[in-house]
């Protein structure tokens, strides 16, 4: 999409709503090395939410949509659940169609828009929660590897069916009572990232969203490599503040404890050869563009 | 059905074919050719002058030949892309995908598959997406039966799919090329299921008559879909494809109803270009003023005839009535070729007898149907049994 897209009518603009009028004067569409850093400085592709207070999953969802990096030629596929309640109400297009069937949606899409646009970018992305990714939608998910789609799977992750009210999930850790799990899980956590590294992903990285910076480059290295390597995946640990019974100041100490070395979301990222060659230029490149808006701005 | 695209006809595709008004396929501007021919081959052949965007396939009996036969398509050029998807759910998916990407889109599946695939109908016709579904009707578990039953066709009729029921090959391709043209309307805009019964018209050789392959359907143009494109290629308005039900509030469920509301509204308005170009009609009569009618879909349709043949052989008084699109259904055109029937029998393959269900909703004086004979789970339907059963209810009618 040419970001001339985002245009007003003249003759319009004074019945426009301001939302809109500042998404056309101080949206990021089009902005080279966009990042974390514009939120508060641009207006979000993210105009509201109903998530609760506090939530990790919409901070995420804000650092998630601040490093697209081509929000104006990227399409989000999402699915049932927390994050259904946020999709309306972003600046990209955005899919919903039904519970788990995200990956199989991501592949006719991402196949139609090479199709139809051979020659441009048209980044897609898939962000779900774990019920979503690992339950009722795990054989799509895997499958979308398998066949090496060209997408980036996101997978928040807050080890419950937060949505319906806290239930077990695959991801939920072992012994951990929920609804559903009254005596306690009695399995291990599924090791996704794992799994993801085994069904073909090319760059996997399992964190959480206590790190606006760290958040960032994940998201832009999976897209990046989904772009033009093969498929990639990241999982963020959003613990649910409501079903574990924390404050809403209580979330970012949660997610700091869980990405404690030897916890669950200590920091890991997985990349093939490839991927780490291609990263390595793109970071360079990306360093060469920073000093020279330095170099500018101190001749300015 | 004025059209963007039309300024394409005329016009050559990368694989040489001349864009053609559809009209033009059936009216003999375009030279026809005559095949024998199977049900399967006949949807390569149907498929390959649809230009078609992306097919994704699935193996189930007795569809996997059609399938298959569409993926060369695709290796010779004519489709532009294809895949063997994981499971039915997921195929339906994979197309809602590749339709809300703007791709115009071919699959096919039959009986378990159509019933595993089922929560994605609902979400296509909501999420307006006109993709061509081909429908080869089988039995469905338990027991396992791999052989021709209609009953998937009566659990769809709620979804708010277009559906035809073609009774031979040869309505199978026309259905398929006029399918596209009714279901891509703006007003209509709408997923296509097009039935035949699996393994009678799959599997079997018949004459069929063809337009040239060196003709094709002009290409579907996406923005004229009444919702947006996922392309990004037009402004992102902060609305989903999906209508916002998350919320519990009366608005949410207002939008719900409307929307379904207008998805039936598009059916209904589906019809006057269904009508045109199923020849005027969405139903066909022989010798309707006959006391006795034989109404039905599909090769019920085909064994009637031949049980009506054997009735006028004895004497009797016999007509036929043939549904071809089952949603919409043909309300006023049954009501009034049924009006002055005395006996109206049903033979359907299913065991549920929905269509006897749907006339006997739609017609005054309701006593007058037959619901059946019925066979099911792969049985054929032979004509004399159909005039056995006639007979019988004939006799039961007069005792009472």
New interface residues.
Partial sequence: MSTNIVRMSEALADVMPQEYKDLVAHSTYGKVDRGWRDLGESKELIEQHSLCAGCPESLGFRYIMSSLPNPEDTVMVGSTGCTSLVFPHIAVHNIHSLFGNQNAIASGLKRALEVRFPDQVKDVVVLAGDGATVDIGIDMTLQSWFRQEKFTTICFDNEFYANTGGQESGLMQKQFVGKMAPAGKQFDKVNLPQLAIDSGCHYVANLTTSKPMRVEKVIRNAIMVAREIGPSYVQLYTPCILELGLQSNDALDEMKGAEKKNERFEFFEYKTDEVTEYLDKLDAERKERKEARKAAKKGA | MSDNSKSLIGTKNKMGQTYADIEDFFNGKIPKEQFFMTGSEIVKEAVKRSSV??S?SYPITPQSEAAALVGELWVEGYV??Y?R???E???M???????????R?FTTTSGPGTLRAY??FP?WSG?RLPIMLCLMVRGINSPLSIQPDTIEIGMLLDTGMLIWHAEDAQELFDFILKGYVVAEQPDVHLPIAVAIDGFFVSHTKEMVEIPSPDYCLLPYDPYRSPV?V???????M?????P?V??SNYISYMTHTSWQLEIRAAIERSRKYTRKLMGGSLIDVEDGDAEIILCTSGTAVSQSREAIRLMKAKGMDVGLVKIKSIRPFPTEEVKKALDKAKLIVVPELNISGWMAKEIKSTIDRNSRVMVGPHVAGGMTMPPEIIVEEIEKEIALRKES
């Fill in positions: 965007g992306m994704i532009d892309a895949f998807g994981e499971h759910f997921a195929v998916s994979e197309c809602a995908g590749a339709s809300l990407g703007g791709c889109v929560e994605n979400m999420g947006p996922m392309d990004m290629e037009t402004a992102p902060r609305v989903m494809r999906d916002f998350m919320k």
